[in-house]
């Protein structure tokens, strides 16, 4: 079956704009989560949806949304960007049982100027 | 909050050698994953780990979960450029909570 995928793959903007990606779990999977990985923090937790609902959400701040559809289809938006936010933001999906293994997408490379 | 931390951070060997990466847990871990990463480029899943004790192994790489549930180990055999990457330590935090924790990674480079 179809993997996880995040799009767009590549993504530049300027500072104060905001940006929306995109996440497609696999199918069956109604668990998406999304996380920011930069050289300095490594892989960092920003929240996590089930059944268009938001469970955890990590220490970022609020300029970091979420949201979740019926089809478990999620996007993430940030607003007002900055430098700093540049990063490699990836989506990973689980099925319903706990203490599954996530499956993650190529993830979205964005780049502030 | 949980903290994962790997060692070493990096390693370079000569391709056929065989290497050990740790993960240490400052909790107890409930689930316990094993990710490689090529840079750029998303996680791919090896190994699951849930009980003291377990062993799992895939091809040539092995990943083993202490008794005590605080450290687990990788180890490849005879490696090869392809196992060349990122080696991420990924942990569920217990309970109800499905955010996975991640240990900072193990860059391996092998040689030919």
């Known amino acids: 079956k179809a993997g996880v995928t995040q799009t767009p793959r590549y993504l530049i903007k300027t500072r104060g704009q905001q940006v929306t990606l995109s996440c497609s779990p696999i199918?069956?999977?109604?668990?998406v989560s999304w996380y920011q990985q930069t050289p300095g923090q490594g892989l960092q937790f920003l929240f996590e949806y089930f059944s268009e609902t938001q469970r955890n959400k990590g220490n970022f701040p609020g300029r970091f949304s979420g949201r979740q559809f019926s089809n478990s289809r999620s996007e993430m938006n940030v607003s007002t960007l900055e430098l700093g936010d540049s990063a490699l933001y990836l989506c990973?999906?689980?099925?319903?049982?706990?203490?599954?293994?996530?499956?993650f997408g190529q993830g979205t490379r964005l780049t502030v100027v | 909050s949980q903290e994962l931390e790997q060692s070493p951070q990096s390693l370079i060997v000569q391709e056929g050698k065989n290497l050990t990466i740790n993960c240490t847990s400052s909790k107890t871990l409930y689930g316990l994953y094993w990710y490689k990463q090529k840079y750029g480029e998303g996680l791919i899943f090896l190994m699951m780990l849930q009980k003291g004790g377990e062993e799992k192994s895939h091809e040539k790489i092995t990943a083993k979960l202490d008794e005590k549930k605080q450290q687990s180990s990788l180890h490849i055999t005879a490696s090869q450029p392809s196992h060349a990457g990122i080696y991420l330590c990924g942990a569920d935090s217990g309970g109800s909570n499905y955010k996975l924790t991640f240990g900072k990674g193990t860059l391996l480079t092998v040689n030919p």
């Open positions: 990973a999906s689980r099925g319903q049982v706990m203490n599954t293994e996530a499956f």
């Open positions: 199918s069956g999977h109604r668990s």
